[in-house]
C-alpha cells in the first residue's frame, strides 16, 4: 500500500469515525466534550506521525 492510499484510508477512517460520534450528540448519547477527549489523542498522534488531515472538516 502506498503512501497516498494510506493517507486516503486514515482520512476516511478518521471523517467517519467524527461522523458517527457527531451523530451521537445529536441523539444525547455523549458530549461535544466526549468528542474533544476522542480528537486530542488522535490529533497527537496524527501529528507525531506526519499524517496532515485537514482538521476543519470534523
Do not use: A
Not at 448519547?29 to 489523542?41: A, F, G, T
Amino acid at each position: 500500500m502506498n503512501q497516498k492510499n494510506r493517507r486516503h484510508c486514515v482520512e476516511n477512517g478518521l471523517l467517519r469515525f467524527f461522523t458517527i460520534q457527531n451523530q451521537r450528540v445529536k441523539d444525547e448519547e455523549i458530549s461535544v466534550e466526549m468528542i474533544r477527549n476522542y480528537l486530542k489523542p488522535v490529533k497527537f498522534y496524527c501529528e507525531m506521525n506526519g499524517v496532515v488531515f485537514n482538521w476543519k472538516i470534523i
